[in-house]
């Protein structure tokens, strides 16, 4: 006879892949007529924005472009030109079980560009992109947690209990953020723009009602040549922005990831007629992607007997990848750049790459590389650029070794470097964050089944055994072997709770009749 059991359903959304993809991608350029010949390179940066996600059968592909800017000093003129490539990428990341409603969220970085002039009138670009791919599906599963009452059936259950973090929704808002800006009067109005940086960060969310409320900062780096006299200057701006976006499975006590997405910008300089080249309207196009994680608590057979008769157990195989949270490693980059004959900073930018990690002495140790570019004036008034790769070593405590991690770096907008003898001394915050996951697995009885024409023949145990108290041996062991119940067992030695036994030297056990 077979035993029906009672169940209750967990929704969750189950990540499916997780990993990181990097596209590498190069072009060549002739420099526009319009444009003068190269003379030498000051500068290269690109922006990266993303224009599609898209999912199919067993493939997820992230698709953008990277806008490279390369800053060059003229050949035969003062001040500096710039010259604009674009680098379309695409990267993919396949697994079976990826469909048409599955979600895909995508962190997408610049990991380095560099520019060559081949010569006088053509450049050859190189710039890769890294891309942190999560997929996931809606899962759901029924896990026994008792049986529908059965005066006949006399089953003794062992129930257990779990508390799992759960990623339990993933959704996506896209929308656009503007603003202007106003150059300050200590700096000079912008002649041309050569340069805009653009980066996006979360930085707070709320849970009201089945809203997430979020807010976000929009930092922006310019680089110009002034009106008039052509002296490069630097500038940086903030937007700060808040957006409403829709729940499905989450709750007030849920935690939220927020990953932004930069799918395109517009930075465009007013040169009109009374605007003296003070005022810079921005225009941003973002997607925020938010992952809700919640605490969720459940219950499962883990053990079963029966007291009269015989009984047959199935087992299910559950597995769940349970996330233990994110912790940090704030640290600082110092070091120098060189920078010979320097007169006057104009800017400095800081960009970390992949960090390495592995756990070491029950630490997680990390390694992560950081490209620094700087643009200096020389004292013969020429622009010259200052860059260097260095490597910053940190540590995370209290490392598992049978936890899975993922490790990202983002540096700090406030990147610092001074005038000191032969370079640039730079002071560079740097924040190393590691998401530390588990797989949390479990084999609950998921089928009972009792052989009612069989009953156990008791008649040769004794009423009553005394038995010693093991340390290995739990209160539900005792009563599984000598076919007794844990209420009994209390019971006949007068104690309230499991914990009172465990001090006891030895314990009766009365056979269940």
């Known amino acids: ?28 350029m002739i420099v526009p007529d319009a444009l003068p010949d190269i003379l030498r390179i000051v500068g290269t940066d690109a922006e990266v924005t993303v224009r599609s996600k898209d999912l199919s059968n067993g493939r997820a592909t992230v698709s953008g472009n990277a806008a490279v800017t390369v800053v060059y000093a003229p050949d035969g003129e003062t001040g500096l030109r710039r010259v604009n490539l674009d680098l379309p990428f695409s990267v993919v990341t396949e697994h079976p079980d990826i469909n048409q409603n599955s979600r895909l969220t995508a962190r997408v970085s610049l990991d380095s560009v560099d520019a060559n002039a081949v010569n ?13 791919l999560a997929v996931y599906n809606n899962a759901e599963v029924e896990i026994p947690t008792g049986i529908v009452p059965n005066a006949d059936a006399d089953i003794e259950l062992l129930t257990d209990n779990s508390e799992l973090s759960l990623a339990t929704d993933v959704r996506e808002k896209t929308f656009t953020v503007t603003d202007e800006y106003q150059i300050p009067a200590a700096n000079p109005p912008i002649g041309e723009l050569l340069r805009s940086n653009i980066a996006i960060t979360a930085d707070d969310t709320k849970v009201v009602g089945t809203k997430l409320i979020f807010k976000g900062t929009a930092h922006v780096n310019l680089l110009y040549s002034g009106a008039g006299d052509g002296e490069i200057a630097s500038n940086a701006f903030e937007t700060e922005f808040s957006q409403i976006l829709e729940l499905e499975n989450a709750n007030a006590d849920s935690e939220f990831e927020l990953i932004p997405l930069l799918t395109g910008a517009l930075v465009t300089p007013d040169n009109t007629n009374g605007a003296d080249g003070r005022r810079v309207a921005a225009e941003f196009h973002i997607a925020a992607q938010a992952v809700a994680r919640s605490k969720t608590k459940f219950s499962f057979i883990g053990d079963a007997y029966g007291s009269r008769h015989a009984l047959e157990t199935e087992n299910s195989q559950l597995s769940f990848e349970n996330n233990l949270g994110t912790r940090s490693a704030n640290t600082i980059l110092r070091g120098t ?3 010979p004959d320097l007169a006057r900073i104009i800017s400095v930018s800081a960009r970390p790459g992949a960090v390495e990690h592995k756990t070491d002495n029950n630490a997680l140790s990390l390694k992560c590389p950081v490209r620094v570019d700087a643009l200096y004036v020389a004292s013969d008034g020429t622009v010259r650029p200052a860059s260097g790769d260095f ?6 405590p209290e490392a598992n070794a049978n936890s899975g991690y993922s490790v990202r770096a983002e540096t700090s907008r406030d990147v610092y470097g001074v005038a000191a003898d032969g370079g640039i001394e730079l002071r560079i915050p740097v924040d190393i964050r590691a998401e530390e996951t588990r797989r949390g697995s479990y084999s609950p009885i998921s089928a009972i089944t009792l052989d009612a024409d069989a009953p156990l023949n008791l008649s040769n145990l004794p ?15 005792l009563a599984k072997r000598h076919h007794s119940t844990r209420e009994l067992i209390l019971q006949a030695n007068g104690l309230d709770d499991e914990d009172a036994a465990k001090g006891a030297e030895s314990l009766i056990i009365p056979k269940k009749r």
């Open 337 to 339: 750049l060189d920078a």
């Open 463 to 477: 009423s009553l055994v005394i038995s010693r108290t093991n340390a290995n041996a739990s209160l539900w062991d």
């Open 120 to 132: 006088p009138r053509k450049i050859a670009a190189n710039a890769a992109v890294r891309a942190e």
């Open 391 to 396: 490597t910053l070593d940190a540590s995370i």
């Open 1 to 28: 006879m077979e035993i029906t059991l009672t169940r209750e359903k967990l929704n969750y959304a189950e990540r499916i892949q997780n990993e990181t993809r990097r596209a590498e991608e190069n072009t060549e």
